[in-house]
């Protein structure tokens, strides 16, 4: 049963990633030290939509309340004769399968109808779902304006199936909850750590002006606007871990797809950022060391190593990666175990004499080449699993 680790040690300069309910950076108290923190959520955003949008062969997702809105306008666009009654046909499917009411409201002149909470399912999953009530038009067109009769009819349909199964690769690794019908549930075979620096931080305020460029022109002095924005600069510790089996089991038991979503996944959690924040202050920098562990015992966060804050004048990146390794290290040292394989990618500066490193930085290889020797072990290992 593999595991795969994604360790990454990246460096932030002033930002306001992930805010909490006062607009301030999000922080954690770890070591009797204030620390930046960016949440899990706001990083399994950022990498389910650069996954998706980077690779071809990584269908999309959509987490939505809208969607009875957006069925209903398929169901209307594809089937003219169903357009008065779309909406009604889209709620009641859906209910029919997640047991979820839907709820219209005006806004902007229109009606919006959405459910109760977020549904979590793939575009081709949705698709699925409207070809087979268009297949059923005729019956669909006949009980419309009875409930009763569009509830049979729905219910002949098992419309349950096309969400049941067949998930995107999205679903089958952040997992979907379903609290009115837990037997839709699908349990995550991935799990992504809140990110924290591995030192203490302290907010600090951009004091901002903006000039009114009329009044400029006239000679008026002062600001047109004036105000704050809080932000801090870090050095952090960034960690996420893949259950290969869990992962195909949610795939449909599709090994060599499992292993190429974990891989995707691997990359774009990596050169994925939050967007928050992001036209202020342009933080769009990647991690400053990367380090993928195949595990066949247990996932194993490396978060401890930061447990006593890194100091120094010097930076944070070198210290945090030495103190990372050794942890690495002595972690298996004391239980006893050891990764199938660990590989690393960073930049040549970290292995200069100015770093400090000597010995004990393993070779750097570039993530294209780290991804594919991972991918070839977990070839290996699911292989000999299913053999």
Known sequence: MPFLDIHAIQSVPPANINRDENGSPKTAVYGGAQRLRVSSQAWKRAARREMESSSADIPESRRTKRLPEEIAEEIATRAPALAEHASAIAQAALSNIFSVKSTPKKKDGRERVSTGYLLFLGVDQQARLVDKLLAAQADLLGAAGNSKNLEKVLKDLKLRDTVATGHPPAVALFGRMIADDPSLNVDAACQVAHAISTHAVEAEFDYYTAVDDIDSEADETGAGMIGTVEFNAATMYRYATVDLRSLADNLGGDTDYATETA?????????????????????????????????????????????????????????????????????????????????????AWLSDEEAGFGTGLPESQPLSSALDAVRGKINQLMGAADA
């Open 263 to 347: 891989i995707a996944f691997a990359r774009a959690f990596l050169l994925s950022m939050p967007t928050g924040k992001r036209n202020t202050f342009a933080n769009n920098t990647r991690p400053d060391f990367v380090l993928l562990s195949l595990r066949d015992d247990q996932p194993v966060s490396l978060a401890g190593a930061f447990e006593r804050p890194v100091g120094g004048e010097s930076g944070h990146v070198a210290t945090s990666v030495k103190r990372l390794l050794r942890h690495h290290a002595k972690q298996d040292e004391a239980y006893e175990t050891a990764p199938v394989l660990s590989t690393a990618t960073y930049p």
